[in-house]
């Protein structure tokens, strides 16, 4: 049997998964203090081996967004640390699902309180500085694979999130800005927009409008979801190493 590890170097790495940019500048605080190769989620070589991985990415309807499925099913490291970053409305279980269903080799976690995707005054400056004890783990030799406990999430966040997200946000172009540069076409993970032109696969991630040259693309919202983004803060990072 060839031995992986003698096959492949001991390759360090930091993954994120960003639409809005929250999970990014984690990313990128934690990349000064690790400075571990820096990768974008749907760029990882599936084919290796990685040692330390370090994976960020944003909680969607209170759960791991799909476009993270095909890294977690296949991805294979010795220790893994993660940060999921969430709106501070609710987590929901994504973390305990991570460890348990996809079976990943968890030595730390941690849920990580950031500005809303949606909301646009959005104040809250996240304390970057609360993630160092967790990013510690990775030098611990004595690292120990960690128990999540299991949090509760609001009933029916898994009902149809892509259709609900649909009907309480409007995304719209501004045909006067749009030079039809199709940079949000290239930039959306799920083939859902053209030229500025949105499709049925929109997940209303905002990842276009956040990445369009020109603010040609701007989002609007339902009453009941800006009621709903109403809802009371978490500030508080909850970690597990
Ligand atoms: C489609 C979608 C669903 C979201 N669902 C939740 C949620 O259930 N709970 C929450 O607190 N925040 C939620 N958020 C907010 C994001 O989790 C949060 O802003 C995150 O930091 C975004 O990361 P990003 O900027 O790297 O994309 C959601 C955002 C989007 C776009
Ligand atoms: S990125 Fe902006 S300017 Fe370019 S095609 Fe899309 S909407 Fe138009
Ligand atoms: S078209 Fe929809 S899915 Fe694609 S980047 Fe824009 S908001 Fe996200």
Same mark, same amino acid.
């Given at each position: 049997?060839?031995?992986?590890?003698?096959?492949?170097?001991?390759?360090?790495?930091?993954?994120?998964?960003?639409?809005?940019?929250?999970?990014?500048?984690?990313?990128?605080?934690?990349?000064?203090?690790?400075?571990?190769?820096?990768?974008?989620?749907?760029?990882?070589?599936?084919? #290796?081996?990685?040692?330390?991985?370090?994976?960020?990415?944003? #909680?969607?309807?209170?759960?791991?967004?799909?476009?993270?499925?095909?890294?977690?099913?296949?991805?294979?490291?010795?220790?893994?640390?993660?940060?999921?970053?969430?709106?501070?409305?609710?987590?929901?279980?994504?973390?305990?699902?991570?460890?348990?269903?996809?079976?990943?080799?968890?030595?730390?976690?941690?849920?990580?309180?950031?500005?809303?995707?949606?909301?646009?005054?959005?104040?809250?400056?996240?304390?970057?500085?609360?993630?160092?004890?967790?990013?510690?783990?990775?030098?611990?030799?004595?690292?120990?694979?960690?128990?999540?406990?299991?949090?509760?999430?609001?009933?029916?966040?898994?009902?149809?999130?892509?259709?609900?997200?649909?009907?309480?946000?409007?995304?719209?172009?501004?045909?006067?800005?749009?030079?039809?540069?199709?940079?949000?076409?290239?930039?959306?993970?799920?083939?859902? #927009?053209?030229?500025?032109?949105?499709?049925?696969?929109?997940?209303?991630?905002?990842?276009?409008?956040?990445?369009?040259?020109?603010?040609?693309?701007?989002?609007?919202?339902?009453?009941?979801?800006?009621?709903?983004?109403?809802?009371?803060?978490?500030?508080?990072?909850?970690?597990?190493?």
């Amino acid at each position: 049997m060839p031995n992986n590890e003698k096959i492949f170097p001991k390759i360090d790495v930091l993954i994120y998964l960003s639409y809005t940019f929250n999970s990014k500048k984690v990313a990128l605080f934690c990349n000064q203090f690790l400075n571990y190769k820096l990768i974008e989620a749907s760029k990882v070589d599936l084919n #290796i081996k990685y040692n330390n991985v370090l994976l960020v990415y944003p #909680i969607h309807s209170q759960d791991i967004p799909k476009n993270l499925y095909n890294l977690l099913k296949n991805i294979k490291c010795n220790k893994m640390i993660v940060i999921a970053t969430y709106g501070r409305i609710k987590h929901g279980n994504s973390l305990f699902k991570l460890r348990y269903k996809f079976i990943m080799p968890l030595i730390g976690a941690c849920y990580f309180p950031t500005k809303h995707s949606y909301l646009k005054n959005d104040k809250f400056e996240p304390n970057y500085d609360d993630l160092i004890p967790l990013l510690n783990a990775f030098n611990n030799e004595d690292s120990k694979f960690i128990d999540i406990k299991k949090s509760k999430s609001t009933l029916g966040h898994n009902f149809f999130p892509k259709l609900r997200a649909q009907l309480s946000i409007k995304i719209v172009l501004d045909k006067n800005k749009c030079i039809s540069c199709n940079l949000c076409g290239i930039n959306c993970s799920n083939k859902a #927009i053209k030229n500025g032109v949105i499709n049925s696969n929109c997940i209303r991630c905002l990842k276009c409008i956040c990445n369009c040259p020109n603010n040609a693309l701007d989002y609007k919202m339902n009453k009941i979801l800006k009621a709903y983004l109403k809802n009371q803060r978490h500030n508080q990072i909850e970690l597990y190493y």
